[in-house]
């Protein structure tokens, strides 16, 4: 009959070691680094660390996103994490219009006309 002791080894929580490897600026949203002209890194509210940066292109794509589930205006132009305002005009990023478009086409599927019968 053998019998094998295992003794667990007890090892020193390291919790506090800091991984201070170096910061890139990466996009909350892509976790890509750096940004070109035609789509920047902004800073567009008051979230740190890897929370801070996010392309133009991404946080575009990202509120449009929140308007297609039913996120209104406010909602949109305020960061869900930080609870501040995001420093973008909207209507730069053409989301204004992408706006209104979504709430013509809720308005539209919206069953306030009964079906038309033809009969025949
Ligand atoms: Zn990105
Ligand atoms: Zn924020």
């Given amino acids: 009959m ?3 002791l295992v003794t ?3 090892f020193p929580f390291s919790l506090l070691e800091e991984d201070s490897e170096e910061e890139a600026d990466l996009c909350r949203i892509c976790q890509i680094a750096g940004g070109s002209p035609a789509n920047p890194l902004l800073e567009p509210c008051g979230c740190v660390g890897s929370l801070r940066f996010v392309h133009q292109e991404c946080l575009k ?3 449009k996103v929140k308007i297609t589930s039913g996120a209104d205006l406010g909602a949109l132009k305020t960061c869900e994490m ?3 305002g995001l420093l973008i005009n909207l209507d730069d990023l053409n989301l204004t219009e992408f706006y ?3 709430q013509q086409s809720r308005v539209r599927n919206a069953p306030t006309l009964p079906p038309q019968t033809t009969a025949g």
């Fill in 82 to 84: 930080c609870k501040q």
């Fill in 100 to 102: 209104q478009k979504h």
């Fill in 61 to 63: 794509k990202w509120l």
């Fill in 2 to 4: 053998w019998r094998l």
């Fill in 8 to 10: 667990r080894p007890c």
